[in-house]
């Protein structure tokens, strides 16, 4: 059985994740939501905080911000999975201590990476929401490695959108299926 992956995608503060929660909630069964942030600031773990009262106690977290597809993997036994965040994932992949320091080695590994959570989505045979940010929109970063997490994290929103039957853009809360209203050009 495939499963069924879906982008949510916006903004920050946008409410993405509320809104894949929403949809999880409105699927009904069981639900595992997979957490790739790390505590690693006060900031954040007030975000994070606010992001576990939000949920209900029913399900199941998985802290992985790393090793992802393997977490994936073992949630798959849910009837939905949330995976949030894919953008904070990648940052985590990028700044993480054994990282490779050539740019087009963190590309391949990014690549690969995308490559392995889609593979482990479609293998789940449950619907997967993947929630990332949309962070191109705004100015051009000012230092290097700003700009290729930009473009690495453009790169990965296209992959897993390429292989997504539904991708929601979320803005002031509300979210539009663009998959759905897409214009197709065959070239």
Known sequence: MSG??????????????AFAE???????GTVA????AEALDGEMAARIARHRARR??????????????????AAGAADTVIFDCLTVYLANLLLAPAAPAAPEERHRLVRGEIAALVAAARAAGTAVLFVTNEVGA?????????????????LA???????????????????????????RIEV
């Open 4 to 17: 069924k992956i879906v982008l949510v995608t916006g903004g920050a503060r946008s409410g993405k994740s």
């Open 22 to 28: 929403r949809y999880a909630a409105a699927r009904g």
């Open 33 to 36: 939501y997979i957490a790739t």
């Open 56 to 73: 209900p106690a029913s399900w199941r977290t998985i802290e992985a911000p790393r090793a992802a597809a393997a977490a994936l993997t």
């Open 138 to 154: 705004g100015i051009v970063p000012e230092n290097a490695l700003a700009r290729e997490y930009r473009d690495l994290a453009g």
């Open 157 to 183: 929103n296209q992959q897993v959108a390429a292989a997504a039957a539904e991708v929601y853009l979320v803005v002031s809360g509300i979210a539009v299926d663009i998959k759905k209203i897409a214009t």
